[in-house]
């Protein structure tokens, strides 16, 4: 059972409901008394926030269809979720691009207020930030690597303005507080929970490593891999920031044009020159990159897109290159495997930990050995097939949406019960 945000501090949601649901007040029969999951999405906006909300509440809506799931998102996240399940209700509210000092009051008052009038059996805080004392049970998913990550701190951090670091910095201590508050804490991946464990103690007890999953019907079965057609098309699907270190990649590219052995193109869904990328301490050196005559003919800038939009540049695409150095989990990675498409990607342990086999590994920050696997691999027809069919096993095995959100719903369950003998226990 999940709990959530509510929309806007001061004001109240707009809301969608599945079919057949009356509201807050009028649910209908198959609903009343039903266990209740209450789900702060808010800051659901961009990158892995949106592709996780969607598939969490169609499978969880599914496996509990005696459950009632309470969802507050952004208004545009709301749109990407379509058909909206009968026992799911969305909300949508702003407060996730309100400043920090607004959103830090809506977390911790406005929404305990929301859980008062709602009266939800669990939240689920899916976006690092928790409420402190929760009156439920509550769930952290803890899912932002940058505020625990060595390498990005070591990187950029001191490249911070002031007013940039202090927000940083009090983000992260809000974090650990959320952390120490959360019944269950969540990560995706081992290695964010190590990183995490740098800054804050989480006891065994209270951990729970869930890998996200992928849909069935994303997976093609088994790949099909071939000779492939000049140029080879090279694939990088993410959003802009300086951790996702297009940089390298952009490097590299230039390293391949001028080797003059096989032509190649890049597509891409970063944009280091429009809207909020500008502000990326990486933004001038990319602006400038991508901009390089010896660059730009190779270079296919598609911008952000939607999910479905996204999905099918994987179709279109022999490649897919992933040189981020800071990751909490990598959806394209999946997403990339379940297509059969062979994977060059950064050699990080969350990298190594979702592909394992099913992927080629370059050191980080290092362009020339990317252009040299990016070589090898286009040249190697068998080591694309080996790359190609460890890709569709490793996803069959592992990637599971129903165990992924069987997982949560089981904890809050547990917890819910747990509360329940206690509260019994008093009387």
Not at 120 to 127: F, I, N, W
Not at 153 to 175: C, H, P, Q, V
Not at 184 to 199: G, K, Q, W
Not at 360 to 383: H, N, T
Request: proline share 7%; aromatic share 10%.
């Amino acid at each position: 059972m999940l709990a959530g945000t509510r929309p806007g501090w001061s004001s109240m949601p707009t809301v969608m409901r599945g079919r057949g649901s009356q509201g807050r007040n009028g649910l209908p029969e198959y609903q009343r008394g039903c266990s209740k999951l209450f789900l702060n999405a808010v800051s659901a906006k961009a990158g892995g926030g949106v592709t996780y909300i969607g598939p969490f509440l169609k499978h969880a809506a599914r496996l509990r269809p005696d459950w009632l799931f309470v969802a507050l998102l952004p208004a545009r996240t709301i749109a990407e979720i379509q058909p909206v399940p009968n026992n799911v209700r969305l909300e949508a509210t702003e407060i996730g691009f309100a400043p920090w000092w607004r959103r830090l009051w809506w977390d911790q008052i406005s929404l305990r207020r929301l859980l008062r009038e709602e009266r939800p059996d669990a939240l689920y805080s899916t976006a690092n930030f928790g409420m402190v004392s929760c009156p439920i049970p509550q769930i952290l998913l803890v899912r932002n690597a940058l505020y625990f990550s060595a390498s990005f701190n070591e990187r950029f951090l001191g490249r911070y303005a002031f007013s940039d670091l202090a927000s940083f910095l009090l983000r992260r201590r809000l974090i650990v507080r959320s952390v120490r508050s959360a019944d269950v804490v969540m990560t995706p991946t081992a290695a964010m929970l190590d990183e995490l464990r740098h800054y804050v103690e989480v006891s065994d007890d209270r951990a729970l490593v869930n890998p996200y999953g992928q849909d069935p019907s994303g997976n093609p079965g088994a790949p099909v891999v071939g000779s492939m057609d000049s140029p080879v098309r090279l694939l990088y699907v993410s959003y802009y920031r300086e951790h996702k270190n297009l940089t390298t990649l952009l490097k590299a590219l230039r390293e391949l044009g001028s080797s003059g052995r096989r032509e190649y193109k890049l597509i891409t869904t970063l944009n280091p020159e429009e809207g909020e990328a500008i502000a990326a301490i990486t933004s001038a050196e990319d602006r400038a990159l991508v901009n390089d005559p010896a660059i730009r003919p190779a270079l296919e800038i598609r911008g952000p897109c939607s999910p479905t939009a996204a999905l099918r540049l994987y179709e279109q695409c022999d490649l897919f290159v992933f040189p981020s150095m800071v990751e909490s989990f990598g959806f394209p990675l999946v997403e990339a495997m379940a297509r059969g498409l062979p994977i060059i990607a950064s050699d990080t342990p969350v990298n190594r930990e979702v592909c394992g086999e099913a992927a080629v590994y370059f050191p980080l920050f290092d362009f020339k050995e990317l252009a040299a696997e990016i070589e090898r691999v286009s040249g190697d027809l068998s080591l694309r097939v080996k790359l190609a069919k460890a890709s569709a096993a490793r996803v069959r095995a592992v990637f599971s949406w129903d165990t992924h959100v069987r997982r949560i719903l089981d904890s809050a369950s547990e917890l819910n019960a747990g509360r329940r003998r206690r509260y019994s226990q008093k009387d």
